[in-house]
């Protein structure tokens, strides 16, 4: 079972930044899958998450209208397409797999992989 997040990167506010996250040794596509991320000094915070069923999307006020979560079951990838990028987006993200519970709950989530870092900064 194996999540690989990349695409991370150092960014200036407003720019954009696109992550990626191969998935291997599970049936990619009967999972809902989020990302969330940790800034440092900080608790991990949920970010956004789709469905497996229908492909619904979530996201957290604080990314809404700026980012968007997709996926390619055909490649087993999830994607997150980030845009006006801030400061305050600064943390490492992780691509993870929905267990159950509320989607915008990280509780609701039971594995990671080992994350990108995002740096936004002038």
């Known amino acids: 079972f194996q999540l690989q997040a990349y695409g991370g990167g150092l960014v200036q506010p407003g720019g954009s930044l696109r992550l990626s996250c191969a998935a291997s040794?599970?049936?990619?596509?009967?999972?809902?899958l989020g990302w969330v991320r940790q800034a440092p000094g900080k608790e991990i915070e949920w970010v956004s998450a789709?469905?497996?069923?229908?492909?619904?999307?979530y996201y957290a006020d604080s990314v809404k209208g700026r980012f968007t979560i997709s996926r390619d079951n055909a490649k087993n990838t999830l994607y997150l397409q980030m845009s006006g990028l801030k400061p305050s987006d600064t943390a490492r993200y992780y691509c993870?797999?929905?267990?159950?519970?509320?989607?915008?709950?990280?509780?609701?989530?039971?594995?990671r992989g080992q994350g990108t870092q995002v740096t936004v900064s002038s």
């Open positions: 040794g599970f049936a990619f596509s009967r999972f809902s």
């Open positions: 789709i469905k497996a069923a229908d492909g619904t999307t």
């Open positions: 993870t797999t929905y267990d159950r519970g509320p989607y915008h709950d990280v509780d609701s989530y039971n594995r």
